[in-house]
């Protein structure tokens, strides 16, 4: 088979070439789209994939536990208040607006008047049949006859809640016991008490009355005088009595002889119609803080209110009413 040759001349190469040449740019310009549009789809996918990882949800913390909703019902006390001093706030109350019988109680504004009376606290005072308890027939452990110092008398009056040395008290008093009782009632409005009335310095009346937010009034003002302060705190105080070797008077609040309370004023107090009382300004927090529980059923269950108070103080879930 015989070969053909072709043979073309200058002007058809030079159209050849030039139609080689737009193939190849032609080739090119599809290939740099073709990039391009990878590129875009590449940077949308990105950008999906991002939306679909910003949208997923953070890992959430472990909840914190809520704080224990406190409630008065929580205590035993039937009337229950706790106010902070330094700002007037009320953190919890119950039966506040009552107005009962405050047992021995009582005593801190026997000891207010006495104090004020600024009468000798080394003058001899004897215990006779006047002071003994015609009312309650509370027992005593001052026998008739006992001569203690004015001093002596309140600290057992304050601290043991010795009744006959309230009484005895009273009846020194300018005036008697009469004067005393008068001289408490002006006190008392003067503090701005007034839902309270006193009958006689002991207590042991139903008859003395008042409220929680007045016994607050009241234990502000025996805080401020020093000699109430330390008799009403101090644990035990030793006494000779009549015919006797030295007998040892303990405070009826448990709580004075715990390190770890800073009580600054305190008083117990109980007949039937009162029930278990206990009223105390107390250090917590570096706050004064005014206590008052009244009607209690048992000792313990005064003494156990104030602890879980105090306790709920320090874990901060009290605030304000």
């Not at 190849?24 to 679909?52: I, Y």
């Not at 005593?107 to 080394?122: E, H, R």
């Not at 309140?154 to 009273?170: F, G, T, V």
């Not at 803080?289 to 009607?295: E, G």
Request: overall charge positive; some cysteine; aromatic content about 4%.
């Amino acid at each position: 088979m015989r070969s053909k040759l072709y043979f073309f001349s200058a002007k058809h190469v030079a159209t050849l070439m030039a139609c080689v040449a737009l193939v190849g740019v032609t080739e090119a310009s599809l290939a740099q789209q073709n990039n391009g549009s990878d590129s875009q789809t590449n940077k949308a996918k990105s950008t999906t994939n991002s939306k679909k990882t910003d949208s997923k949800p953070a890992p959430s913390s472990k909840a914190k536990p809520k704080p224990e909703v406190v409630t008065s019902g929580a205590l035993k006390s039937h009337v229950v208040y706790v106010q902070d001093l330094a700002n007037s706030n009320v953190l919890l109350s119950k039966n506040e607006d009552e107005v009962r019988p405050i047992a021995s109680v009582t005593k801190l504004m026997t000891a207010i008047i006495v104090v004020d009376a600024k009468q000798p606290m080394s003058e001899m005072i004897e215990v006779t049949q006047d002071d003994v308890d015609k009312l309650k027939h509370s027992r005593s452990r001052l026998p008739v006859g006992t001569k203690l110092t004015r001093g002596d008398m309140l600290h057992l009056a304050l601290m043991s809640s010795e009744n006959r040395a309230a009484s005895a008290l009273a009846r020194y008093y300018p005036g008697g016991t009469s004067a005393l009782v008068l001289a408490m009632n002006t006190k008392a409005q003067q503090l701005g008490m007034r839902q309270s009335r006193f009958v006689e310095p002991t207590g042991l009346s139903s008859a003395n009355v008042s409220t929680p937010r007045d016994l607050v009034k009241m234990m502000q003002a025996a805080m401020q005088r020093p000699a109430i302060q330390e008799f009403t705190t101090d644990d035990q105080q030793e006494i000779r009595t009549v015919g006797k070797t030295a007998t040892v008077f303990r405070n009826t609040n448990s709580l004075v002889t715990k390190a770890d309370w800073d009580i600054k004023v305190s008083k117990t107090g109980f007949i039937n119609e009162a029930g278990q009382c206990l009223v105390m300004i107390a250090r917590i927090n570096n706050r004064d803080t005014a206590i008052v529980l009244l009607d209690a059923i048992g000792r313990g269950t005064r003494v156990a209110d104030a602890i879980r108070i105090r306790q709920l103080m320090q874990r901060q879930e009290l605030a304000a009413l």
